[in-house]
C-alpha cells in the first residue's frame, strides 16, 4: 500500500454529466498527478499539481480541470462527459515536482460513461 | 506521443523460470522507471534508474539501462504466479514535468 487514497473506487455517469474525483497524496507529497488509463493502454498524463499551482499539462481538453487543497489532497473535475472518457483515472503523489522522483500511486477511480 | 514502447507485448512462462521485458524510448532522458499493475488496479513503483546507472538491483528484479541505444530491459528471475501483473516503463516528457507510459508486457506465469 501506496498511502495514497481515491474516492469513488467505481462511478457510473451519463454523456453530458459533470464529474469529480478525490485523491488523498501519501503524507509529506506536495506534488500529486493525474493520468487516465483507457483499457488495455498505458496511462496517459493529465496534469500535475505542486503546491495547489499546475505544474504541466497532457493533451487533454480544458473540460478536465484540476485543484490542489492547502493539505495536497487534490480533486479531478470532467465537465461534459464523453464516452472516451470511460477510463481508470489514477492519481500519484510524489515528494518532488516534475518526472525525476518515484511516483506513489492509489489504486484509481473506475468511471464509466453511458 | 509515446515515448517508451515495451516489449513483448504479453509473455508467458512457467513458475521458476526468467521472464525478460524491454523497453525502448525515443528521445534523451535523465531516469527511467519500471511499475507494475495488477489487474486494472493502481501501479506500483519497482526500480528508477538514472541516466548515469548501468544497472540496478531490486530483489529478484533487475535492470538495465543503455542510453546509446535507448532502450532498458527488467529482468525478473525465479518467477512466482504472484508475479502475473502488466510491467510498464515510464520515462520523462520533453518538459520534464510528467511521466509517459508505454503499453506495457501482460506477463502470465502458471504454476
Known amino acids: 500500500e501506496t498511502g495514497v487514497t481515491q474516492s469513488p473506487t467505481h462511478l457510473i455517469k451519463t454523456r453530458g454529466q459533470q464529474v469529480t474525483l478525490r485523491c488523498s497524496s501519501q503524507s509529506g507529497h506536495n506534488t500529486v498527478s493525474w493520468y487516465q488509463q483507457a483499457l488495455g493502454q498505458g496511462p496517459q498524463f493529465i496534469f500535475q499539481y505542486y503546491r495547489e499551482e499546475e505544474n504541466g499539462r497532457g493533451n487533454f481538453p480544458p473540460r478536465f480541470s484540476g485543484l490542489q487543497f492547502p493539505n495536497y489532497s487534490s480533486e479531478l473535475n470532467v465537465n461534459a462527459l464523453e464516452l472516451d472518457d470511460s477510463a481508470l483515472y489514477l492519481c500519484?503523489?510524489?515528494?518532488?515536482?516534475?518526472?525525476?522522483?518515484?511516483?506513489?500511486f492509489g489504486p484509481g477511480t473506475r468511471l464509466t460513461v453511458l | 506521443s509515446q515515448q517508451g514502447e515495451e516489449d513483448p507485448q504479453a509473455l508467458s512462462i512457467q513458475e521458476g523460470e526468467n521472464a525478460t521485458m524491454n523497453c525502448s524510448y525515443k528521445t534523451s532522458i535523465n531516469n527511467l522507471q519500471w511499475y507494475r499493475q495488477n489487474s486494472g488496479r493502481g501501479l506500483v513503483h519497482l526500480i528508477l534508474?538514472?541516466?548515469?546507472?548501468r544497472e540496478k538491483h531490486s530483489g529478484r528484479l533487475r535492470v538495465t539501462l543503455d542510453t546509446s541505444k535507448k532502450s532498458s530491459s527488467l529482468l525478473i528471475t525465479a518467477s512466482r504466479a504472484a508475479d502475473t501483473a502488466s510491467y510498464f516503463c515510464a520515462t520523462p516528457n520533453q518538459a520534464g514535468t510528467a511521466l509517459i507510459f508505454g503499453k506495457g508486457t501482460t506477463l502470465s506465469v502458471s504454476s
Open positions: 500519484a503523489s510524489s515528494l518532488q515536482k516534475g518526472s525525476t522522483d518515484t511516483q506513489y
Open positions: 534508474i538514472r541516466s548515469n546507472e
